[in-house]
């Protein structure tokens, strides 16, 4: 070989080495479909079985409360004499012989008043003519001065104010009396205000007003006068007496927090409690009064607590909390009573919720039943109201007394509103006080945020509601975007934005990725103050985010994770990665709070997320089971499917292991009505149902007459006294008492018609679905059509596998299998029912990717479809098919021969419940279910 032959061979290959190694290079960074063990490490498979590496502090939050001060409205002091009161920024003289009020700015804010007059008690006429002097001594120095005016909100409105008044800025020390004469306007809301402009302080004695019209002094304050009063450590404002141990609000009345004696500390749930009793409220007022924290270096920055209830209220008990902001500040807190009602208030508590170590006890576990639960996701004052919207009439819906005193027969509540984290943290204690073990779990978005058209572009401040601020430390380059940068599923006035999950996420200007941000949030915001039990997680996925189109069925979609302005992302990668970063979201948490807080996540049975979890929530769980959202097309399968998916994951989670089921009313095309407020015969049937579902189940139920938003209702299985009354009474929940053994599927005349012992490998080729069995029942009557079988996902899927199925060549629905990830198994049984001289044929099919394996398949004819499980103290029985069941009186005695079988005597579903005992046999409608009382 020639030396040029040679060199250029040479010159070829290393040419070849670099264009490999390139392409390699490339395909790491770009081709996520071909390895994602290559960008991805640990992969989602290792995150699901590796052990967790808890911290050595890993603890869980609980709270306890310590007073910072109390009134009970017995102080004497000095006072303002009658015709004055004092402002926020000023204070009476404590030692005796001194007649000084003083005036101290505590800074922000300019223009702010220390004494000033009371209209309540001293009216100025309007255009009369008046003298004001007083004498005065200049404690600090300020930049703006000192002034005296005459006040009036209708001219300041009108901006015509009265041109005379008192102005001076004087050095320290100076002493002096000032005076000065003013002819007041029309006006009839007339007051003197003496005000500090900026900085500085003063004091003030001998104070006089005189009417030039009639010659007479119509306000002296001398400032020795004694009032039965409230203690230092508040400030007050308004038109109130005090006497007896209580004060009397005569108009409107203000009381705020002395930041001399009381210093709230900054990132801190302040409680205030206090007794109250309704004396006139001729316009029949919702609410009472408000409560709020403001800065007090900047009065306009604020938070607000729940309002103080008035309807249907005459006495109650307020306890209402607001955290103070993460910044070191002055922080004041303020009640303001409603100037159209009249109101004694007495036992007043101030208190900070001080956090303490939490260690989970198993009681959920011990919970008798019917178990109840309550998946809530608004605010209870939206709620009381109106149902947030679902329950709108002429009148509020329940007394917010009612409504949390319902909600509080839950042992568990779930889905609570992050308003409610920092505007109202003392819902826990109100709750707590009628059910000391409910737990509560407030809710968390996970790989989504929602945002409305106002929740855009906010600037930070320390008093954000929670879940302002959680939006605010979003950063824009987290948002999902297309490979045009173009923001997914964006909508100016309301969008649900997918978040980049992946590695490829770009740091915020604090260093963190969005994981990172969404652990410390999550723990900071939930879990840290102690003010609840754990956390529950919206939608903690493990496929790709339905809201990225063409994630179920295309090669690649258009959703810029890896931000190379390519689409190469697979929907096979983004689906595998999803797992893997909802794991590590828990595992995060875990590792941090170990296993004292509890985790429920949303809406899925997920056995690859069940060892990190405590358990799920299902919402609206029973509507799945009516095809095209129809409520006369019940498909078994899927009613099948909930019980597989439950016995698979139940005893995965982590004790106290606990799962919620929500059942609503089946709305067509999900269009939900606005003005529900009471049950109908048709919610009383999907009720009877999904309860009779849930006690087959060692679940906690409820059942929204709407949705989250709907306000408690009991239906009459759920609270039932020893006479076998519906009550409403909280002393009979769990009246059925332990459950006896396990839910008992009623089997007879198996017949197998079919057997395939060699396992089905389908997926990953063109071919995506494939006939299981076509047969049909010869009898001239209904019978069920019993399949089962085992599943394997060999390769990830896009989506889940199904079994469809037909009768009489009509679609009736699918079995979706319950996970799409590789290495999940699970097992199938479930019925159909199939008419006499009916024809019924089994499909399994894939999505476009994955692959799956069915083996061990049995179909056989029986009459099945009915299930019972026996308490202590009663029997549910479950029809879960499409016809008509008729039990005798010994199917319905049971194994256990059960004896004086009753039904419930209901307050609502009196058809039902009649109360009248069983001698005979029962008939059952398709897809209802009946809870009887027995021995």
Same mark, same amino acid.
Request: with cysteine.
């Given at each position: 070989?020639?030396?040029?032959?040679?060199?250029?061979?040479?010159?070829?290959?290393?040419?070849?080495?670099?264009?490999?190694?390139?392409?390699?290079?490339?395909?790491?960074?770009?081709?996520?479909?071909?390895?994602?063990?290559?960008?991805?490490?640990?992969?989602?498979?290792?995150?699901?079985?590796?052990?967790?590496?808890?911290?050595?502090?890993?603890?869980?939050?609980?709270?306890?409360?310590?007073?910072?001060?109390?009134?009970?409205?017995?102080?004497?002091?000095?006072?303002?004499?009658?015709?004055?009161?004092?402002?926020?920024?000023?204070?009476?003289?404590? /030692?005796?012989?001194?007649?000084?009020?003083?005036?101290?700015?505590?800074?922000?804010?300019?223009?702010?008043?220390?004494?000033?007059?009371?209209?309540?008690?001293?009216?100025?006429?309007?255009?009369?003519?008046?003298?004001?002097?007083?004498?005065?001594?200049?404690?600090?120095?300020?930049?703006?001065?000192?002034?005296?005016?005459?006040?009036?909100?209708?001219?300041?409105?009108?901006?015509?104010?009265?041109?005379?008044?008192?102005?001076?800025?004087?050095?320290?020390?100076?002493?002096?009396?000032?005076?000065?004469?003013?002819?007041?306007?029309?006006?009839?809301?007339?007051?003197?205000?003496?005000?500090?402009?900026?900085?500085?302080?003063?004091?003030?004695?001998?104070?006089?007003?005189?009417?030039?019209?009639?010659?007479?002094?119509?306000?002296?304050?001398?400032?020795?006068?004694?009032?039965?009063?409230?203690?230092?450590?508040?400030?007050?404002?308004?038109?109130?007496?005090?006497?007896?141990?209580?004060?009397?609000?005569?108009?409107?009345?203000?009381?705020?927090?002395?930041?001399?004696?009381?210093?709230?500390?900054?990132?801190?749930?302040?409680?205030?409690?206090?007794?109250?009793?309704?004396?006139?409220?001729?316009?029949?007022?919702?609410?009472?009064?408000?409560?709020?924290?403001?800065?007090?270096?900047?009065?306009?920055?604020?938070?607000?607590?729940?309002?103080?209830?008035?309807?249907?209220?005459? /006495?109650?008990?307020?306890?209402?909390?607001?955290?103070?902001?993460?910044?070191?500040?002055?922080?004041?807190?303020?009640?303001?009573?409603?100037?159209?009602?009249?109101?004694?208030?007495?036992?007043?508590?101030?208190?900070?919720?001080?956090?303490?170590?939490?260690?989970?006890?198993?009681?959920?576990?011990?919970?008798?039943?019917?178990?109840?639960?309550?998946?809530?996701?608004?605010?209870?004052?939206?709620?009381?109201?109106?149902?947030?919207?679902?329950?709108?009439?002429?009148?509020?819906?329940?007394?917010?007394?009612?409504?949390?005193?319902?909600?509080?027969?839950?042992?568990?509540?779930?889905?609570?509103?992050?308003?409610?984290?920092?505007?109202?943290?003392?819902?826990?204690?109100?709750?707590?006080?009628?059910?000391?073990?409910?737990?509560?779990?407030?809710?968390?978005?996970?790989?989504?945020?929602?945002?409305?058209?106002?929740?855009?572009?906010?600037?930070?401040?320390?008093?954000?509601?929670?879940?302002?601020?959680?939006?605010?430390?979003?950063?824009?380059?987290?948002?999902?975007?297309?490979?045009?940068?173009?923001?997914?599923?964006?909508?100016?006035?309301?969008?649900?934005?997918?978040?980049?999950?992946?590695?490829?996420?770009?740091?915020?200007?604090?260093?963190?990725?969005?994981?990172?941000?969404?652990?410390?949030?999550?723990?900071?915001?939930?879990?840290?103050?102690?003010?609840?039990?754990?956390?529950?997680?919206?939608?903690?996925?493990?496929?790709?985010?339905?809201?990225?189109?063409?994630?179920?069925?295309?090669?690649?979609?258009?959703?810029?994770?890896?931000?190379?302005?390519?689409?190469?992302?697979?929907?096979?990668?983004?689906?595998?990665?999803?797992?893997?970063?909802?794991?590590?979201?828990?595992?995060?948490?875990?590792?941090?709070?170990?296993?004292?807080?509890?985790?429920?996540?949303?809406?899925?049975?997920?056995?690859?997320?069940?060892?990190?979890?405590?358990?799920?929530?299902?919402?609206?769980?029973?509507?799945?089971?009516?095809?095209?959202?129809?409520?006369?097309?019940?498909?078994?399968?899927?009613?099948?499917?909930?019980?597989?998916?439950?016995?698979?994951?139940?005893?995965?989670?982590?004790?106290?292991?606990?799962?919620?089921?929500?059942?609503?009313?089946?709305?067509?095309?999900?269009?939900?009505?606005?003005?529900?407020?009471?049950?109908?015969?048709?919610?009383?049937?999907?009720?009877?149902?999904?309860?009779?579902?849930?006690?087959?189940?060692?679940?906690?139920?409820?059942?929204?007459?709407?949705?989250?938003?709907?306000?408690?209702?009991?239906?009459?299985?759920?609270?039932?006294?020893?006479?076998?009354?519906?009550?409403?009474?909280?002393?009979?929940?769990?009246?059925?008492?332990?459950?006896?053994?396990?839910?008992?599927?009623?089997?007879?005349?198996?017949?197998?018609?079919?057997?395939?012992?060699?396992?089905?490998?389908?997926?990953?080729?063109?071919?995506?679905?494939?006939?299981?069995?076509?047969?049909?029942?010869?009898?001239?009557?209904?019978?069920?059509?019993?399949?089962?079988?085992?599943?394997?996902?060999?390769?990830?899927?896009?989506?889940?596998?199904?079994?469809?199925?037909?009768?009489?060549?009509?679609?009736?629905?699918?079995?979706?299998?319950?996970?799409?990830?590789?290495?999940?198994?699970?097992?199938?049984?479930?019925?159909?029912?199939?008419?006499?001289?009916?024809?019924?044929?089994?499909?399994?099919?894939?999505?476009?990717?994955?692959?799956?394996?069915?083996?061990?398949?049995?179909?056989?004819?029986?009459?099945?479809?009915?299930?019972?499980?026996?308490?202590?103290?009663?029997?549910?029985?479950?029809?879960?098919?499409? /016809?008509?069941?008729?039990?005798?009186?010994?199917?319905?005695?049971?194994?256990?021969?059960?004896?004086?079988?009753?039904?419930?005597?209901?307050?609502?579903?009196?058809?039902?419940?009649?109360?009248?005992?069983?001698?005979?046999?029962?008939?059952?409608?398709?897809?209802?279910?009946?809870?009887?009382?027995?021995?």
């Amino acid at each position: 070989m020639d030396t040029y032959a040679h060199a250029r061979e040479k010159a070829l290959l290393v040419l070849a080495v670099l264009l490999l190694l390139l392409f390699l290079n490339s395909c790491s960074h770009t081709e996520q479909g071909t390895d994602p063990a290559l960008l991805y490490s640990p992969t989602y498979t290792k995150l699901a079985t590796s052990p967790l590496s808890l911290q050595p502090n890993a603890t869980g939050y609980g709270r306890e409360y310590e007073v910072l001060g109390t009134e009970q409205f017995t102080t004497s002091n000095r006072g303002p004499a009658h015709g004055f009161s004092l402002g926020p920024a000023g204070s009476f003289p404590t /030692e005796s012989g001194d007649t000084w009020i003083t005036g101290t700015h505590p800074g922000g804010q300019m223009y702010i008043d220390f004494y000033k007059t009371n209209p309540a008690e001293l009216s100025l006429k309007p255009n009369g003519r008046y003298e004001v002097s007083y004498n005065y001594k200049v404690l600090e120095a300020t930049r703006e001065g000192f002034e005296t005016i005459f006040y009036s909100q209708t001219g300041a409105n009108r901006n015509d104010w009265v041109e005379s008044s008192i102005y001076f800025n004087e050095p320290a020390g100076s002493t002096g009396r000032a005076s000065f004469t003013a002819t007041l306007k029309q006006y009839d809301d007339y007051q003197l205000l003496m005000n500090l402009i900026s900085n500085g302080s003063i004091a003030v004695s001998d104070i006089q007003i005189k009417n030039l019209d009639s010659g007479l002094v119509v306000a002296h304050e001398n400032g020795q006068n004694m009032v039965h009063t409230h203690s230092p450590m508040l400030h007050s404002e308004g038109d109130f007496s005090i006497s007896g141990n209580s004060m009397k609000t005569h108009g409107f009345v203000k009381l705020w927090t002395n930041t001399q004696l009381v210093q709230l500390p900054a990132n801190t749930n302040i409680i205030l409690d206090f007794d109250y009793k309704v004396l006139d409220n001729p316009k029949q007022e919702e609410n009472l009064g408000w409560i709020r924290i403001y800065s007090g270096s900047k009065p306009h920055l604020q938070r607000s607590a729940i309002a103080i209830p008035g309807y249907q209220v005459q /006495e109650g008990h307020y306890s209402g909390a607001v955290k103070t902001g993460a910044d070191n500040d002055i922080y004041i807190l303020e009640v303001a009573f409603n100037q159209e009602v009249k109101l004694q208030i007495s036992n007043l508590q101030l208190s900070k919720q001080v956090t303490v170590a939490q260690s989970l006890d198993q009681h959920l576990s011990d919970a008798r039943f019917p178990r109840l639960g309550n998946n809530f996701t608004t605010y209870g004052e939206w709620v009381a109201h109106d149902g947030s919207g679902s329950a709108q009439g002429p009148t509020p819906l329940i007394s917010l007394f009612d409504l949390e005193k319902q909600l509080a027969l839950s042992d568990i509540v779930t889905g609570l509103s992050s308003f409610y984290l920092y505007n109202d943290p003392a819902l826990s204690k109100r709750l707590k006080a009628i059910n000391p073990n409910i737990v509560l779990l407030p809710s968390a978005q996970t790989h989504t945020i929602g945002l409305a058209k106002d929740m855009r572009n906010i600037a930070y401040h320390p008093l954000l509601t929670a879940e302002q601020m959680y939006a605010q430390g979003i950063s824009k380059d987290w948002f999902l975007t297309s490979t045009k940068g173009e923001v997914i599923n964006d909508n100016e006035e309301w969008a649900q934005i997918p978040l980049n999950i992946s590695a490829f996420c770009p740091y915020n200007d604090k260093g963190q990725t969005f994981l990172q941000y969404w652990t410390k949030l999550t723990i900071d915001q939930r879990l840290k103050d102690g003010t609840w039990e754990g956390v529950f997680l919206e939608e903690p996925i493990t496929v790709g985010n339905w809201r990225i189109p063409g994630i179920i069925a295309k090669k690649v979609v258009d959703a810029d994770y890896n931000r190379n302005l390519k689409k190469d992302e697979s929907p096979l990668w983004i689906t595998e990665m999803t797992a893997a970063a909802t794991l590590t979201m828990m595992r995060n948490i875990r590792e941090q709070v170990g296993w004292d807080e509890m985790i429920l996540c949303g809406n899925e049975f997920n056995a690859t997320l069940a060892p990190f979890a405590n358990g799920a929530v299902m919402t609206n769980y029973n509507t799945a089971w009516f095809l095209d959202l129809d409520q006369n097309k019940f498909n078994e399968s899927q009613w099948g499917k909930f019980l597989d998916s439950y016995a698979r994951v139940e005893n995965l989670y982590h004790a106290p292991a606990v799962i919620v089921l929500e059942g609503s009313p089946v709305y067509k095309d999900w269009i939900l009505p606005n003005d529900k407020r009471e049950a109908t015969q048709s919610d009383m049937a999907f009720h009877r149902f999904a309860l009779g579902t849930a006690l087959l189940t060692d679940a906690f139920y409820e059942f929204a007459l709407v949705d989250g938003r709907s306000a408690p209702f009991l239906f009459d299985e759920m609270l039932v006294d020893n006479q076998g009354w519906s009550t409403t009474d909280a002393a009979n929940k769990g009246w059925l008492g332990k459950a006896l053994g396990k839910r008992e599927h009623l089997v007879l005349n198996k017949e197998e018609v079919y057997r395939q012992a060699k396992p089905i490998i389908l997926g990953n080729r063109s071919t995506k679905y494939l006939k299981l069995y076509e047969g049909s029942n010869k009898t001239a009557d209904s019978r069920q059509m019993l399949i089962e079988f085992d599943w394997n996902i060999l390769t990830t899927c896009t989506e889940s596998p199904t079994v469809s199925f037909a009768v009489n060549n009509d679609w009736m629905g699918n079995y979706d299998f319950a996970s799409n990830l590789a290495g999940s198994s699970g097992s199938a049984s479930y019925h159909t029912t199939v008419k006499g001289r009916g024809s019924v044929m089994y499909h399994l099919n894939v999505p476009r990717f994955g692959s799956v394996e069915l083996s061990n398949l049995r179909i056989s004819f029986a009459d099945c479809g009915v299930y019972r499980r026996d308490f202590e103290h009663g029997i549910v029985l479950v029809n879960a098919s499409n /016809e008509e069941k008729t039990l005798s009186l010994n199917e319905i005695k049971g194994g256990l021969n059960r004896s004086n079988i009753r039904r419930i005597r209901g307050r609502y579903d009196t058809q039902t419940n009649s109360g009248t005992p069983i001698t005979g046999s029962l008939v059952l409608a398709p897809h209802d279910a009946i809870v009887l009382l027995a021995d």
